[in-house]
């Protein structure tokens, strides 16, 4: 069984989260307090009156931009450990994705999505 060293090593990494998570749940500190109960905002103080703002799109075509660019770099990874093997024609399509990606992010740099105001 060729797998086995990988199982052992994924049981050892699952019982030692395991075993820290009762450890802390055993011997932590259960005072609560109204700080540790509210939400946590990146650093920033929450605001009582604000639960019904809604945030700008601003925030979620980032997020969009970054899964876009993200997803980019895990599909040229396995293109660059198979370059030799794919040769000319698996050049030109990389390069043809990569045209494709600049394409749209000439697009969204002009539309002024990356400005942040």
Known sequence: MPYLPLLITFLIAGVITLLFLFLSIFFGPKRETDVKVEPFECGMV???EDKGRKYPIKFYLVALLFLVFDIEIAF?????VTF???GYVGFIEMISFIVVLLVGLIYTWKTGA???E
């Open 84 to 86: 030799k093997t794919l």
């Open 76 to 80: 040229m990874f396995p293109w660059a």
């Open 46 to 48: 929450p605001f009582k």
């Open 114 to 116: 990356l400005e942040w």
